[in-house]
């Protein structure tokens, strides 16, 4: 079974920043699947805020354009989502996410992230 291990969410105070990190099997941690992060807030769609595609190409939702960074060590087979300048909008679960090209998809279990003063 393939399984993604979220983990780095928390409480942070407005203008702070979190890391959010990523495991993924070595199966599918290929820079011919789509990799990104969704977020998801009560009462609210899943909404997909980052994501890589062909292993280097990066892009952002407008929410978090020039605060979220993207990345990863292909070296321990995880990606990352540094975020600053949070926001409390930011609240939310965050996921991870791959999909193949096979267009078989896999989510992480989900990290708390919660800004407030």
């Known amino acids: 079974q393939v399984q993604l291990v979220e983990s780095g969410g928390g409480l942070v105070q407005p203008g702070g920043s979190l890391r959010l990190s990523c495991i993924i099997p070595?199966?599918?941690?290929?820079?011919?699947?789509?990799m990104g992060w969704y977020r998801q807030s009560p009462g609210k769609r899943r909404e997909r805020v980052a994501w890589?595609?062909?292993?280097?190409?990066?892009f952002y939702s407008d929410s978090v354009r020039d605060r979220f960074t993207i990345f990863r060590d292909i070296t321990k087979n995880t990606m990352f989502l540094q975020m600053n300048m949070l926001k409390p909008e930011d609240t939310a679960v965050y996921y991870c996410?791959?999909?193949?090209?096979?267009?078989?998809?896999?989510w992480g279990q989900g990290t708390q992230v919660t800004v407030s003063s």
């Open positions: 996410n791959v999909v193949t090209t096979q267009s078989d998809e896999f």
């Open positions: 070595g199966s599918i941690f290929s820079r011919n699947n789509v």
């Open positions: 890589i595609r062909g292993g280097s190409d990066l």
